[in-house]
């Protein structure tokens, strides 16, 4: 049986679990990566084909050949609607907002169905593995390739409820699927609620690690000499790895991604960018907002994320979700758009998704944009109601007793409790029902939550980003190997389709 891989070394402890299932003499594995993976693969899977993502992402095999493969009408067609998404998630790779026009982008997309249709049918492959919710151009045409094929389809990913819980799905439209199991994969235990009782209690909000304050000019400079010396290491003429910096066009497969060194200057200019964005940003917000007035809080995802793209699908537009809450607001009601904090910072890619015009195009006399800086808890608790595209927010908005509309595939899909947006109506239904700031009792919460972590098991070691340090902890046995055991025992049986 031929297998298909992606990313699966980005996690080291995927990687791990699943490797000696990987290591059969008598099939192929193809494992599309980063290159500085191969060895990992080379090492410890027989009869293994390495495909570097600078290639993958060409539409190129492993050898940068292409695939030979006619497009007929019928594909086309059936998979029009893919087609639209990876127009947008395109956009994920520009060094600016004035390349990679239509014309490019439909060639590409092409190749690319020629790349995901010719690689099955050349390699034979009958399972596909991807680590985490496929949201590249490549990956996602391989993944609904694979549907449309009929390849049986695994996704290992996790969720966050103050630790990092494993999944492993085998669609992206059914995220946390095993959340619906009559089994459970564990035993809910009070240290569960350390997460809960941390959102529900505190008054102020505890930024995540990952919210460091890092827009200025001093880390400007800072993240251009690592850069540079980056590029020293790696060599400055060298094809870089950053492949959201690039220029692609009409003769994308054709080319390299920019040299290691130019790289490093397109993101200089692009953290630029971020700090005019935070400037303008800054200008435009409401200044000691009136907590007293009516009003939705709507705190966007970070762009470009899979969380958004593909998985809000449409609503990834944020624009579509402000004209479809404005629609129906009341004339004494607002939108108190708070800004995601990470959109400032210089290690994420906002530029490609809000230019300097973005703020100025959205604005409206019923919005108000409110400090990035400003304390989450407090503008949940005076708010009549939560809304999110699939963001954590409407956890912790339920978690504090308010009501949440969303409007994409969030993991927590099937809880009872939020509503799912699919037109301007149910906006209308969730205002007449919150018509006062009123603290509910989303009365089917708790029941989920214990059910999200009986249905779950950490996700040890994930934390981990480099194979050799990982193995070294486990050999220290520094690492839980107990339920090492149990995180391959549930994702070896989805893989193959057996019962745990």
């Known amino acids: 049986m031929n297998i298909l891989t992606y990313n699966i070394c980005l996690k080291p402890v995927v990687f791990e679990l699943i490797k000696d299932n990987l290591n059969n003499k008598n099939s192929i594995t193809y494992s599309i990566d980063f290159i500085n993976t191969k060895k990992y693969y080379k090492k410890f899977i027989q009869n293994n084909i390495f495909c570097d993502q600078r290639n993958s992402k060409k539409g190129l095999d492993y050898d940068k050949s292409r695939f030979e493969f006619y497009l007929n009408k019928k594909i086309i067609s059936d998979l029009s609607k893919l087609e639209l998404t990876i127009y947008r998630l395109m956009s994920r790779y520009e060094k600016d907002d004035k390349l990679f026009n239509f014309n490019s982008r439909k060639k590409h997309y092409f ?13 034979k492959i009958e399972k596909i593995i991807f680590f985490d919710y496929p949201h590249h151009m490549e990956s996602l045409v391989l993944y609904e390739v694979a549907k449309y094929l009929q390849i049986d389809t695994t996704i290992i990913s996790y969720l966050f409820l103050g630790e990092y819980r494993l999944v492993v799905d085998k669609n992206i439209n059914c995220r946390f699927e095993d959340f619906l199991l009559k089994n459970k994969l564990n035993t809910f235990e009070q240290n569960n609620l350390t997460y809960f009782n941390k959102v529900k209690n505190k008054i102020k909000h505890s930024k995540p690690f990952y919210l460091k304050e890092n827009s200025n000019i001093f880390n400007l400079f800072y993240y251009l000499i690592k850069d540079i010396y980056r590029s020293f290491l790696n060599g400055f003429m060298n094809e870089s790895n950053n492949f959201v910096k690039t220029n692609l066009d009409e003769k994308f497969q054709n080319l390299n991604f920019p040299s290691e060194i130019s790289s490093s200057i397109y993101m200089f200019f692009n953290r630029l960018k971020i700090l005019n964005l935070k400037r303008i940003y800054k200008k435009s917000i409401t200044k000691n907002p009136d907590l007293t007035e009516n009003y939705i809080l709507f705190c966007p995802n970070l762009q470009p994320e899979a969380s958004t793209l593909p998985m809000a699908e449409i609503y990834s537009d944020f624009e579509l979700i402000l004209e479809t809450l404005l629609r129906e607001l009341p004339d004494d009601w607002f939108i108190y758009y708070k800004e995601h904090p990470l959109v400032f910072n210089l290690l994420k890619e906002s530029f490609l998704i809000k230019n300097k015009h973005y703020y100025k ?55 009872k409790d939020p509503k799912y947006i699919e037109n301007s109506s149910d906006i209308k239904k969730m205002i007449n029902e919150n018509i006062r700031k009123k603290t509910v009792l989303n009365e089917n919460f708790m029941e989920d939550y214990i059910r999200t972590f009986e249905q779950t098991v950490p996700l040890t070691a994930f934390h981990y980003d480099n194979y050799d340090e990982f193995v070294k902890d486990y050999n220290n046995n520094q690492i839980d190997k107990d339920n090492l055991n149990k995180m391959k025992n549930i994702i070896i049986s989805k893989i193959y389709n057996k019962n745990i």
């Open 111 to 123: 190749d690319l169905l020629k790349f995901a249709f010719g690689l099955f049918k050349k390699y």
């Open 361 to 415: 195009h959205i604005k409206n006399k019923k919005i108000k944009f409110i400090d990035y800086k400003e304390d989450v808890f407090k503008l949940i608790d005076n708010s009549n109601f939560v809304v999110t595209p699939t963001g954590s927010i409407g956890l912790e908005a339920m978690i504090r007793g308010k009501k949440v509309a969303f409007f994409g595939n969030t993991w927590w899909f099937n809880f």
